[in-house]
């Protein structure tokens, strides 16, 4: 099948978002970074997008490069109509489950946002203000999702940036706080810091 063109693939990412507009319906995308990984915050965003102009290199942000993925959370940050952005703790990820925390930083996300209907990233009753419409894979079919997923996922990587500095045993500038082998051998030689999730680690240290 031939690869789309970009301005193909940003016809078919507004699908969703097209009849909102055009119904005059307040409306944002939410999605969430971060409930897989074994240290920080997983991280939400809500984002709410004009429908001109059209950025051009939104997209699901695990199909963007991490330099695109700056250049485009700018231009969303510049250009989006509501921004929020919510995090739950390790703290409270331990609390609660990593689901409970997620919907809990997807309200926090979205407190302030002027919108009647949010398209959820896959998660259901979230217990936002407005009509949840959760979206499987959203962030690959929806616009104001695929927005949603940039802003969360630069976030994220930035604080696993700042986390890097203060512990690079633990290789999260590479990793980003992924399980992967490196990141659960230095668990095991330096054992976990204050930002690790006790409950994901368990099995490990």
């Not at 307040?26 to 999605?31: E, K, V």
């Not at 971060?34 to 102009?53: E, F």
């Not at 700018?74 to 689901?99: H, K, Q, R, S």
């Not at 079919?141 to 512990?167: G, N």
Request: hydrophobic share 45%; with cysteine.
């Amino acid at each position: 099948m031939a690869k789309l063109t970009r301005e193909e693939r940003l016809n078919q990412l507004i699908q969703t978002d097209t009849p909102f507009w055009n119904g005059g319906i307040l409306f944002a995308g939410l999605d969430e970074v971060g409930r897989g990984p074994l240290i920080g915050n997983v991280v939400t965003a809500c984002v709410a997008m004009p429908k001109s102009p059209l950025l051009k290199w939104v997209d699901d942000s695990k199909k963007l490069s991490e330099k695109r993925r700056e250049e485009v959370y700018e231009e969303i940050m510049a250009t989006a109509l509501y921004v929020g952005i919510g995090e739950a703790t390790p703290e409270e990820i331990d609390a609660v489950n990593i689901l409970n925390a997620t919907k809990l930083a997807m309200r926090r996300a979205a407190e302030n946002a002027p919108a009647e209907v949010f398209l959820v990233d896959a998660v259901r009753d979230v217990g936002l203000s407005g009509r949840e419409v959760p979206i499987i894979k959203g962030d690959a079919v929806c616009y104001a999702i695929a927005a949603a997923s940039i802003v969360a996922k630069v976030t994220r990587d930035r604080q696993m940036a700042e986390l890097d500095k203060v512990y690079p045993m633990y290789g999260l500038l590479k990793n980003k706080g992924y399980g992967t082998a490196e990141h659960i051998r230095a668990l095991k030689e330096f054992g976990p810091c204050k930002e690790h999730r006790k409950l994901f680690i368990r099995n490990f240290v």
